[in-house]
């Protein structure tokens, strides 16, 4: 029980509310404003750009842990009002997992868990691989330099994602194209609320065309569980929507890896050797400050008491995995990348019943791209100096906007 953290019987002053901006890091620098909520206590209170009053904010990992597996912290409660956040717009759809407690979480989840089981996985890691040759069979062709965020991080993960969704050929470059502005914190809400509306209305009319659909990919999946009853077609909009999205993660994680790589001979050295990869792999994805700020809320449902401090029934709360996975009492020396360090699991994927859908995909991915990049690409290293290569702006999600490589 979270009340069990608290070492003081009495409840002491709320701390103050520090304004968050929305800050542009290029690199894979940590967020300065987050670095100093930690500093300040493991519970602090924030306000972002946009939204309403303020939220508690948990940085510790194991209050992380707590609060993400604690039914009293409310997802759905949150799309019934106004929370500050860092996004401009916010119109959350029925049926979103992001957003659903139990046992509606559950109910939604069963409707497309066979495509992101680890069988599901092994079946796909054959084409996966084939697309990913494909690709970088073109790069070698063309010769050095090129620029890996184009020739390969960005098509890859669209096109496995496309594949594990069922989207046609012809419209995968429209439904990325929605996919970036979605996440994007430039163009503001009006470009973002009309990305959403393309995407979501392509969805509904590709769940509907498959009503009754024997298929694997998810928007059969989906189709068939709409036919059933099991869920309405609302909600299996709602359920796509974030998944189809989820190929940007991907490609902004492993440009920061491999960025990461190629800046440190050292780390690049000990990724080359197949034994070690898996362990630099592993405390890359803890270290990478993979998205801007935080994440999405929670509501209180009742009064908790967490160290010393009283999270009113109704207040929001965020909690940032980025700090639980730089906690020193966690993970000694966090700034410091080190792939021997003994330490507990990282949450990079999230965790309790929000944990990532789609997290075995997402380690395919990249130790595919690891795997077929370093054995491809021989002597592979930046092809300009680390600290020219271009981030992108404006995004939720932090990555390198190119990254130029020789070999």
């Known amino acids: 029980m979270i009340e069990e953290t608290s070492t003081l019987t009495e409840q002491t002053p709320p701390p103050p509310v520090r304004e968050w901006p929305a800050l542009d890091l290029a690199g894979t620098e940590f967020d300065p404003v987050l670095a100093a909520l930690m500093r300040e206590g493991p519970l602090t209170r924030i306000r972002l750009p946009h939204g309403e009053g303020w939220a508690w904010l948990a940085t510790r990992y194991e209050d992380v842990k707590l609060i993400t597996n604690d039914p009293r912290f409310s997802r759905t409660e949150v799309t019934r009002r106004q929370v500050t956040r860092l996004a401009p717009s916010f119109a959350p759809r029925p049926g979103s997992l992001a957003w659903a407690d139990q046992p509606d979480h559950n109910r939604?989840?069963?409707?497309?868990?066979?495509?992101?089981?680890?069988?599901?996985?092994?079946?796909?890691?054959?084409?996966?691989?084939?697309?990913?040759?494909?690709?970088?069979?073109?790069?070698?062709?063309?010769?050095?330099?090129?620029?890996l965020v184009a020739r390969v991080l960005e098509p890859f993960p669209v096109a496995v994602v496309s594949e594990v969704m069922g989207v046609p050929a012809g419209d995968r470059e429209r439904v990325h194209a929605w996919t970036r502005q979605i996440i994007s914190t430039s163009g503001g809400a009006e470009a973002a609320d009309r990305a959403k509306q393309g995407m979501y209305g392509?969805?509904?009319?590709?769940?509907?065309?498959?009503a009754g659909s024997t298929g694997e990919d998810v928007y059969s999946l989906l189709g068939a569980a709409v036919g059933r009853g099991e869920i309405s077609e609302e909600e299996a909009v709602g359920l796509a929507g974030p998944l189809q999205i989820g190929g940007e993660a991907v490609t902004h994680n492993c440009g920061q890896m491999l960025f990461l790589m190629l800046s440190r001979p050292w780390l690049l050295e000990r990724a080359r050797r197949p034994e070690e990869r898996g362990r630099v792999l592993d405390e890359l994805l803890r270290f990478v400050p993979h998205r801007s700020s935080v994440g999405l809320a929670r509501i209180a449902l009742q009064d908790v008491r967490l160290h010393g401090h009283r999270i009113a029934a109704g207040e929001p709360v965020y909690v940032s995995y980025l700090a639980?996975?730089?906690?020193?009492?966690?993970?000694?020396?966090?700034?410091?990348?080190?792939?021997?360090?003994?330490?507990?699991?990282?949450?990079?994927?999230?965790?309790?019943?929000?944990?990532?859908?789609?997290?075995?995909?997402?380690?395919?991915q990249t130790e595919l791209l690891v795997d077929t990049l370093l054995g491809r690409l021989p002597g592979m290293r930046l092809a300009v100096p680390a600290g020219d290569v271009v981030w992108r702006r404006g995004t939720m999600i932090r990555g390198p906007q190119t990254l130029p490589v020789t070999w």
């Open 324 to 364: 639980a996975n730089r906690d020193p009492d966690v993970f000694p020396d966090p700034d410091r990348i080190d792939p021997d360090r003994a330490a507990g699991a990282h949450l990079a994927y999230g965790n309790g019943p929000h944990y990532c859908t789609g997290a075995v995909l997402a380690r395919l």
């Open 202 to 210: 392509w969805i509904a009319e590709t769940v509907r065309a498959r």
């Open 108 to 147: 939604l989840r069963k409707a497309i868990a066979g495509a992101f089981t680890v069988g599901a996985a092994k079946r796909l890691r054959p084409r996966a691989q084939r697309i990913l040759d494909g690709l970088v069979d073109g790069v070698v062709a063309g010769g050095p330099p090129a620029d």
